[in-house]
């Protein structure tokens, strides 16, 4: 029988957690394993803080997902989000409901993948919670970031005319979470792989973001965790505008395009619902423009497409061979 | 049938939260509706930072404990971390995993006891996170300080000869569990409702942690949400020292007291090995006493009392009737 959470015990629990975490950087005086976390604040800057979960049988389901996956997800949502403020992600909590029979290695597994993303982009674990859960695994993130004042990207400043800017490609995720539900975690073919990937690690534009916001070269931006249709929509209302998307110009991602054809699914309307691809979403205005598509060539690789632009008319819409139709929702959690 | 939460959606749940929480203060630019909150530090002070969760069926029962009481237990848990700290609370993040069915008038009256224990500790609510549950209800809670760097209260600073204080009194929480789990929600008389009340609304000793921390006034601090002997415990370890307790000199709850006696419980063992007092444990130096007790004076009837001090020899004991035993263990959560 493997060894299960309960069999370790708490305290056991978190000194794990605090081997594996790692010594705090020096701007952290104390990390895990006092009543709460101590950090000193970056210099000249804001706090810019979000939180986000990821629910078993809601976000994931622990047979096609491995620990480490939903441990890199956890984090890589929370990136995304401060990513989409133009912040610079820093420290982070991680709160952990589990089931009693729970694996001890699968534990050992979420907190190292979820250790190591967050190495990758400089963000320190400084403390969290354990508990157990009488249900699903629940795993409740926190992270804290630093932007300074004038340099924030927040939802409402665009403005009538900006051009839509979104980074990578949509629908991959959406295609993945299809697979899995179609067939659980069988072996298959390499399009459905990829879509699998996207859906289980995604990538949190966090570079873009800061470097866009460094430089003021958006208006406004938000990430795509619940869809492009539900980003722009967002934005549009939160900037009081419209929006018009040109369909012809979204960048659907070539497996979810190859698995949409095969499963007989319009490519177009499914990368806009699709939640969880953690995009980002920017408006960009006439005199940004320029700065932001340098920014964005900091990236590393990174591509990004002119979707759409805002409007002065009211009303959320979508253009496709020449005909306006509404643009629709995305994913809603309730 | 009542209005439930899936009935609203998630949108115009955020939007209730957002009204409820109403306009952040000057100091929080950015509150609930963008991808992340932001906030102005406090000047020349360290962040503090914490996190903690309630989960149904683990920490209450919806039976039992209405959906008031679990909002401003939630966030009374997290002060009394922020409070042990010395940390001066500033800010919350409330996230939230709802079964679908959960009452909308439920969800309204746990966020105004929430809101409402905030605007009582000038706590904002700029943030958090709502999802669906498929199992428990799960409130995770984020709560952002401040304290100045000179100031903190850590576990670890307790020194040989310095002497334990205990704010107000403990094992009434314990008590009011143990009615609940005996009996439910039934009327009852006037002991078992004030160990209830203690159990489901507890009060966090914020002034009383900030109080001392400003003045230098304990060597270290630890609150009691797990019970007094594993705060003491603790305490010991993570200052490298030994630990005796006068079981003399515990402040038992009257009602508490009563309680156990008819139920035929030995009283001290339960006072020490309840959960959830969340008193503050102090270690003082003999420097600091008197500094310590004006402190504590300036806390409005909040009474301390001394239960015992740290060793130089490794162990941890109580002392009861003469004779020394071994201290025991607290609540665990696995």
């Known amino acids: 029988m493997p060894l299960t959470i309960q069999s370790a015990g708490e305290h056991a629990l ?14 952290v005086p104390l990390g895990i394993g006092d009543d709460a976390a101590v950090i000193q604040p970056a210099r000249g800057a804001f706090d810019v803080v979000t939180a986000d979960s990821l629910v078993e049988n809601v976000h994931f389901r622990r047979e096609w997902m491995s620990a480490g996956a939903i441990g890199h997800k956890a984090l890589a949502v929370n990136l995304s989000d401060l990513a989409a403020m133009g912040a610079t992600p820093r420290a982070t909590l991680l709160s952990l409901a589990m089931p009693v029979e729970f694996p001890l290695a699968d534990f050992d597994a ?17 403390g969290g919670n354990l ?4 249900g699903p695994l629940v795993v409740d993130v926190t992270l804290l970031g630093a932007a300074r004042p004038r340099r ?9 005319g900006h051009e839509l800017y979104l980074t990578g490609s949509i629908g991959a995720a959406a295609a993945g979470l299809a697979c899995l539900e179609a067939d659980g975690p069988a072996n298959r073919e390499a399009d459905a792989m990829a879509c699998i ?17 460094r430089n003021r070269a958006a208006s406004a931006c938000m990430d795509l965790s619940d869809g492009l249709a539900d980003a722009a929509g967002q934005l549009a209302s939160a900037s009081r505008t419209g929006v018009i998307l040109d369909a012809e110009a979204l960048p659907i991602h070539p497996s979810a395009c190859r698995w949409a054809a095969k499963a007989g699914v319009d490519p177009i309307t499914f990368g806009l619902a699709g939640g969880e691809d953690y995009e980002l979403l920017f408006s960009v205005g006439p005199r940004q423009r ?23 008319e009211a009303g959320q819409w979508l253009v496709r061979a020449g005909e306006s139709q509404p643009l629709g929702k995305g994913f809603t959690h309730f």
């Open 197 to 213: 990937a996207r859906y289980e690690r995604p990538e949190a534009r966090v570079r873009c973001g800061v470097q866009v916001a």
């Open 110 to 126: 979420l907190v190292d993948a979820f250790v190591s993303l967050g190495d990758r982009e400089k963000v320190a674990l400084v």
């Open 152 to 160: 924030l990207l927040t939802r409402s400043g665009g403005r009538p």
């Open 131 to 134: 508990t157990r859960s009488p």
């Open 14 to 27: 978190i000194e794990r957690l605090r081997r594996r975490a790692g010594p705090p950087p020096a701007w």
């Open 290 to 312: 320029r700065a932001f598509l340098a920014a964005v060539a900091r990236c590393h690789g990174l591509t990004v497409s002119r979707v759409g632009r805002l409007t002065a």
